[in-house]
């Protein structure tokens, strides 16, 4: 079975402009979560989804925002992009939204902002 | 609130040594998860093992073994005979049962030489 998927796999944008990040989950999972991962630091957790509705947010600005379509894949926009926005994005996806499941994570999105 | 520490930020160890890794957590919650993820320098984070907070007997997984002591609330990872294919950088995370937000250490970069 296919693992998560990302895409794309690296992006280079210019401050103020937008960015869009795709995610689809495990074949399965209704759940999909997105972290952001500075250089030498742990991930940090910006959303969850689950069933198409947001179930957690992280303390990251409005400028980032996502939403999960019905077959379960996933967006991650961010707008008014900074340079401190550049780092890894993942995603992750689980079977269930609690209750502690496993996330598998996908290979990220490696965002550099100019 | 939750955090979760780990103190060591490197260590470097010789092919086939034993080496253990610490994760020190702290949480309000009675009922959480504790994680290990491996992070390769390809960046895809890999689910390695979960606990929940009720379970504090030792695992073991071929190389690896894993001790949870809830009353020092620590969750500490352990290789045994060291690879050169571990070399990584090692999560520990933890999420209660509201949602399943990780929140992770800083991690531990391990290095394993020839």
């Known amino acids: 079975d296919a693992g998560v998927t990302q895409s794309p796999t690296h992006l280079i944008k210019t401050r103020g402009q937008h960015v869009t990040l795709r995610c689809s989950p495990i074949?399965?999972?209704?759940?999909v979560s997105w972290y952001q991962q500075v250089l030498g630091q742990g991930p940090q957790f910006i959303f969850q989804?689950?069933?198409?509705?947001?179930?957690g947010r992280g303390n990251f600005p409005d400028r980032f925002s996502a939403r999960q379509f019905p077959n379960y894949s996933s967006e991650l926009n961010v707008n008014a992009l900074l340079l401190g926005d550049s780092a890894l994005y993942l995603c992750?996806?689980?079977?269930?939204?609690?209750?502690?499941?496993?996330?598998?994570f996908g290979p990220g999105t490696r965002l550099t902002v100019t | 609130a939750q955090k979760v520490t780990q103190a060591q930020t490197e260590i470097s160890v010789v092919e086939k040594e034993d080496v253990t890794l610490d994760c020190v957590y702290e949480?309000?919650?009675?009922?959480?998860?504790l994680f290990w993820y491996k992070q390769p320098p390809s960046g895809e984070l890999v689910f390695l093992i979960r606990?929940?907070?009720?379970?504090?007997q030792n695992e073991i997984s071929g190389r690896y073994s894993w001790n949870f002591q809830k009353s020092t609330s620590s969750f500490n990872f352990t290789i045994t005979a060291s690879q050169v294919v571990d070399s990584a950088v090692y999560f520990c995370?933890?999420?209660?049962?509201?949602?399943?937000?990780?929140?992770f250490g800083e991690g531990t970069q391990l290095t394993v030489n020839p």
């Open positions: 992750a996806s689980s079977l269930r939204g609690r209750l502690g499941y496993e996330q598998y």
């Open positions: 074949s399965g999972h209704k759940s």
């Open positions: 989804y689950y069933e198409k509705e947001e179930r």
């Open positions: 949480t309000r919650d009675t009922t959480y998860y």
């Open positions: 606990r929940n907070s009720f379970d504090e």
């Open positions: 995370a933890l999420s209660n049962t509201s949602g399943s937000r990780l929140t």
